[in-house]
């Protein structure tokens, strides 16, 4: 191992910035991230990216592999669902993330998607690190359930040190002794991101909070202590959702947080 962790300013002192045909995370811009937490059907897609496309989001998001508590839980689309992505983004002009939850799942959504997440519960799932690694992919990395942010840090080592640069870290909560929100926001992670790492930080407070009422307000926190983009679940009916309906966003919702998350965005000099 290198002396000094290829995450670390002090290997890099210049901040990683991820160039995408639409945006750049991690400059000036505030990116943000937004769909349905899973693809479930053509409609239900194109209709998010309509929504979320003419709000001013440019990365449209929406699971095809599903990592679900429950096996009798909708387990995702698959490479149907990847299709469907695929046509969405190019539809709307907006980039795409879908997460992957296996190494075959990886091989599949290279050749559809922009950008590959890991999620939280595969944080530490090395192969999958590993072949992430191998792959010239943009890759944005969740926090684990319980990681502490070095052990976060290390996980994007293993993506790192395979030969690829463009990660991007993902603030999404912890498990805390806390029930009233689904996880804890940890805030003070993107400041402590900030000073030991050149990688760019993206706040999902969706996943953080599980509830809606309160995601408008962490936004709003999160761009204030330096996230470089928010990934928000959106949804055209969130009634009616197959997953993660309770903090999905509708259409005016969404809206509203992007005409609310503008002025904090100027005022720490990231246009929106
Ligand atoms: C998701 O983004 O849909 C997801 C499952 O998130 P997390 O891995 O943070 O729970
Ligand atoms: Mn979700």
Redesign the pocket.
């Known amino acids: 191992m290198s002396k000094n962790p290829l995450f670390s300013l002090a290997y890099k002192s210049e901040r990683t910035q991820i160039t995408l045909p639409n945006c750049t995370i991690g400059g000036d811009e505030l990116v943000v991230i937004a769909g349905p ?1 899973a693809i479930e059907s053509e409609e239900q897609l194109m209709k998010s990216g309509e929504i979320t496309s003419q709000a001013g989001a440019k990365i449209l ?1 929406g ?1 095809a592999y ?2 679900r508590t429950s096996p009798y839980a909708f387990q995702g689309l698959e490479v149907e669902g990847l299709k469907i992505m695929k046509a969405a983004g190019e539809k709307f002009g907006m980039s795409t993330v879908c ?1 992957v939850t296996s190494e075959k799942a990886l091989y599949d959504a290279i050749e559809y998607v922009d950008i590959i ?1 890991i ?3 595969n944080m530490q799932n090395f192969e999958l690190l590993k072949a992430v690694g191998k792959t010239d992919k943009v890759v944005i990395l ?1 926090r684990g359930l319980s990681a502490t942010i070095d052990e976060w840090l290390n996980a994007s080592e293993y993506i790192l040190s395979g030969g690829n640069m463009n990660v991007i870290l ?1 603030e ?1 909560g912890i498990r805390t002794y806390e029930t009233a929100t689904r996880n804890t926001l940890d805030l003070s992670a993107i400041p402590v991101i900030r000073s030991k790492s050149h990688l760019p930080i993206v706040v ?1 407070p969706s ?1 953080a909070t599980g509830k809606r009422d309160y995601i408008e307000d962490l936004a709003k926190a999160s761009v204030a202590v330096g996230a470089d983009a928010l ?1 928000i ?1 959106v949804h055209p009916n969130p009634d009616e959702a197959l997953s ?1 309906g309770p903090q999905s966003l509708d259409k005016e919702d969404f809206q509203k947080l992007m005409d609310n998350i503008r002025p904090i965005a100027e005022a720490v000099g990231r246009k929106l």
């Open positions: 937490c998001r699971g599903k990592p997460e997440q999620g939280a519960r969740k993902c999404r999902d996943h990934m679940e993660d």
